[in-house]
DNA sequence: GTGAAATATCTAGTATACTAGATTTGCATT
DNA sequence: AATGCAAATCTAGTATACTAGATATTTCAC
């Protein structure tokens, strides 16, 4: 047997695996970010780990690089030797993933306005009809859904899929406020007339107006976080 | 034993740890970290987990858990059953870190330009005064330092260090690339220019002027990627 | 020699065991 | 009852063992 045999990359490996199967590790992750987000498991609430072992049924190893995780994505805080809590939402986090957002979105509607396809406006102003139906049938998750859809497909439609990628990691903090307060028939309504506009700016190929859409879009959330904090101090964490 | 006394929450845990000493995994993370963006590891090189045991004189799980944060970090590409290797430089996820860094550093620009003080234009001005003696000195590495140091400056004074977070997140492929051709002393002169400029428009107030300043910085990488893509194709990824 | 099946070996994912340190509990002393 | 202190207990970090599956090597028929 040659040393040399063994040191030999191998020709090529699987870089771009289509179907990945998920691994116990990711399930508890999933599973234990959308609990976090929904606030089913709520700010400052400790997560056991022997207690969350017994209800996914597995060993220490997936609940913990589960947990891990969630302490990259700044959603729960581990102190060693003493525990790991579901974190506050830091106020400043929310802030900045939301000037982020609105950084990166002016900056693809700007590229988007002068290259976009037909049938990208079309598609676009589809989800925007289907979010009109959504709202008629007071069924908010869908309408949830399509409004990440929509812009979801400002950043593919514009070639910026992992630059969507970076701002909605951050957005997770949004996410979980949204909870807070669960979106009421006049915040579709609002988020509906915002979403014509920047189709309709779109169709323009009309740069100066699509950005102004999308800053008045985005426009209302600073204050509205403002507002939630001073109700729910609980839940909030102010420095960070 | 009363079961209520085990569920209570406890009463302030450590959120703000001010110095968090670091495990054993963080450092074998940092060190590989460091290893791949400075082509110590190169792009397809496998990383086996034995081998680093070896190395790091620790067990399988820290090394595990790097490697996991490293694969988060699109650094390395873990296969199960198969092997981990160090992640090719993906032209699409550095075009969109660049993509993300000019949107964001524009806007943080047009904040800037409108409340910075004086203090802090003098204390970028610094930095720019000491960039021009690290070139004088030939000193690569102290100028690169300072670049770091200048932009993230940026958002500091901005107000949005989480904001400048997700974006170096991802200028962690463009670091890579600075390592592929080390930066030359005609380079540097450009940037001294370029951090001049954008230093006399925030001294100005004056936020198109300091926009342009910072558009002009970072216009030129896209091109310098593509030249450097073609000679060193053994590097590079471009389909992801 | 060639090709294919059989075998050996290595891999990452998971389970379990152990450690040091932080926190809580309970008791003794006042 | 209040307080200080020691023991019990829980925690996250680390080490090790085991598994299934992918890959590499060898064997063997032809």
């Known amino acids: 047997m040659k040393a040399t045999k063994w040191t030999k990359k191998p020709l090529e490996p699987n870089w771009f695996r289509a179907e990945e199967e998920k691994s116990v590790a990711d399930k508890v992750y999933d599973q234990l970010r959308r609990q976090i987000v929904t606030l089913q498991r709520r700010p400052r609430d400790p997560l056991r780990e ?8 597995t060993s220490r190893t ?12 700044d959603l ?25 957002r609105m950084a990166a979105e002016t900056a693809v509607i700007k590229e ?8 990208q406006v079309a598609e676009l102003a589809d989800i925007v009809e289907r979010q009109i139906e959504a709202r008629k049938a007071n069924e908010l998750a869908v309408f949830g859904r399509l409004d990440e859809l929509f812009h979801s497909n400002l950043y593919e439609f ?9 701002v909605e990691r951050q957005k997770v903090h949004w996410d979980r406020i949204r909870y807070v307060a669960i979106p ?3 915040h ?12 309709e700016a779109l169709q323009k190929r009309d740069p100066v107006l699509a950005e102004r859409a999308v800053v008045e879009h ?8 403002e507002g939630l904090s001073r109700s729910r101090p609980e839940l909030f964490e102010t420095k960070m």
């Open 218 to 225: 985005l426009r209302t959330l600073p204050d509205y976080l």
């Open 184 to 186: 009421d028939m006049q």
């Open 50 to 57: 022997k207690l969350l072992v017994d209800e996914f049924g």
């Open 76 to 100: 729960v805080c581990i102190t060693p030797k003493s525990g790991t809590f579901v974190a506050p939402i830091w106020i400043p986090l929310v802030l900045d993933a939301h000037f982020l």
């Open 188 to 199: 579709t309504s609002e988020v509906i007339h915002d979403h014509n506009a920047i189709v």
């Open 158 to 166: 514009a070639g910026h899929p992992h630059a969507r990628r970076a």
């Open 112 to 119: 988007l306005s002068v290259k976009i396809s037909d049938e």
């Open 62 to 73: 997936p609940v913990r690089e589960a947990c891990l995780r969630l302490q990259r994505d």
